[in-house]
């Protein structure tokens, strides 16, 4: 039990001795010092001038082009929505046909088969029929060559 709390212990101490040196690396690798705004070479925050002209500019431009498009989107809309469910329509009718027709051939296939397994069931019986008639003619032939050499 001392041997896995002295571990637990040693394991807990590097890890934070880890996150430690991992935090002073990344102060003593910037070296840079503050970031200076309008500077190009530091980050560009909230408060920096150019931000702020840049997020005006590119909400202008952003806003005229969608403007443009909407316009032009709205005499088509409806014409193309028309025709596309027209179309819808017309593929659904179609898939609905060639459903139908897929079901017929298979319902005739079907009754093809039935009536064809019907018909061997009854050459079957016909078979079985007539080798009984062969059976018996052959015993009533050999009562008869018997009653003869009598």
Not at 65 to 75: A, G, I, L, Q
Not at 137 to 147: L, P, R, V
Request: net charge positive.
């Amino acid at each position: 039990m001392s041997g896995l709390k002295n571990l637990f212990i040693t394991l807990s101490g590097l890890c934070v001795a880890c996150s430690i040196g991992a935090c002073n690396l990344s102060a003593i690798e910037s070296g840079k010092g503050a970031i200076v705004l309008g500077d190009s070479s530091t980050i560009v925050t909230e408060n920096d001038s150019q931000y702020l002209e840049d997020a005006i500019i590119d909400l202008e431009d952003s806003t005229l082009k969608d403007n443009v498009r909407s316009n032009e989107d709205s005499f088509n809309n409806v014409a193309k929505a028309q025709q596309l469910a027209q179309q819808q329509k017309q593929d659904s009718i179609a898939r609905l046909k060639a459903a139908e027709e897929k079901q017929k051939d298979a319902d005739a296939t079907a009754k093809k088969k039935e009536d064809k397994r019907k018909q061997e069931e009854k050459d079957k019986k016909k078979n079985v029929k007539d080798k009984k008639q062969t059976a018996s003619q052959k015993k009533k032939a050999e009562e008869d060559k018997k009653k003869r050499r009598r």
